[in-house]
């Protein structure tokens, strides 16, 4: 069956028509494609190329979540480098502080760059920053979490 939107799907629902056994298999087939696709497409996963200075890759508004978890890696391919950096944070925000734990780094080849969090006025921000010696690089995260 072809992927429909979740509108399109929503509409043959809604019609007070019975749905046919077309439009079940139409629904899980969307919905199986989806779930496939959670932290492969869409806002939760982005790359981000040509950063040479310390840079906010994301943020989000603090009142909205309770806890986000961040998957980062950063890398440097261009000029004859081969340098990987790979993290994953868990943030935990309870309405005035947010609490960070930074795990899993590993790394191929040495310093490439930091990344930070910090809460910047009413939201809550990633930054990468860095290593001078070794830009441009490029990051790709993706973020999944918990609302309020």
Do not use: C, H
Not at 58 to 68: E, H, K, T
Not at 84 to 102: H, K, M, P, W, Y
Request: net charge negative; charged share 20%; hydrophobic share 40%.
């Amino acid at each position: 069956m072809p992927r429909a939107t979740l509108s399109e799907i929503k509409a043959k629902f809604e019609t007070g028509d019975v749905p046919t056994g077309a439009d079940y298999a139409q629904l899980i087939d969307t919905l199986a494609a989806q779930a496939t696709e959670l932290g492969t497409t869409g806002n939760n996963e982005e790359t981000i190329s040509g950063i040479e200075n310390a840079t906010t890759i994301d943020s989000f508004p603090a009142a909205s979540w309770r806890m986000i978890k961040y998957l980062v890696s950063i890398s440097k391919i261009t000029g004859g480098a081969n340098k990987f950096f790979a993290t994953e944070l868990t943030i935990l925000i309870d309405g005035t502080s947010v609490n960070v734990s930074q795990y899993g780094i590993i790394d191929n080849d040495g310093d490439i760059g930091t990344v930070s969090v910090s809460k910047v006025g009413s939201n809550v921000t990633l930054v990468v920053t860095p290593n001078p010696a070794v830009t441009p690089i490029t990051v790709r995260f993706a973020r999944m979490g918990l609302k309020a």
